[in-house]
């Protein structure tokens, strides 16, 4: 073997060790992490302009993209102007989806307003959150009442 071909024949090498070394990076960082993880559709709902005393819903849906079944034991609200319903009792496999509903009272409500949902579960992502904005128009009265 001549010297080029011994050069061509090392590169030919390096060139598929490189491409093993991606094709393996691609597939660790593709893989599902461990444990129970929640991921998220969208983790932030803006409702816009309401008018105060509207009675506004929001569903929010999300895969289990773990490796572990993910439990939800509770999710907590700020204030008792949200009320969350219907989320899942049972067990969510990996690679399965769930949803669950905020409720909004805007009663007595005026201006700006975020709002924090946090859900309790096993999972193993710090963001286990959601929240919505809206901003509170002051009701009109009708002219004449």
């Keep these: 073997m001549s010297i080029v071909e011994t050069k061509t024949c090392d590169m030919a090498r390096l060139f598929f060790l490189w491409g093993c070394l991606l094709l393996v990076s691609g597939a660790l960082a593709q893989s599902a992490p461990a444990g129970a993880y929640i991921s998220w559709e969208t983790d932030n709902h803006d409702f816009g302009d309401i008018t105060e005393g509207d009675k506004i819903e929001h569903v929010y849906k999300f895969t289990n993209s773990g490796t572990q079944p993910l439990i939800i034991t509770n999710i907590e609200?700020?204030?008792?102007?949200?009320?969350?319903?219907?989320?899942?009792?049972?067990?969510?496999?990996?690679?399965?989806k769930g949803e669950f509903t905020v409720a909004f009272n805007s009663a007595g409500k005026a201006g700006r307003l975020t709002k924090v949902v946090r859900v309790i579960s096993n999972a193993t992502n710090a963001n286990n959150q959601v929240t919505f904005t809206a901003t509170v128009q002051e009701k009109k009265e009708k002219v004449g009442q």
């Design 77 to 96: 609200v700020t204030c008792g102007c949200t009320t969350p319903k219907g989320w899942p009792r049972d067990p969510i496999h990996p690679g399965g």
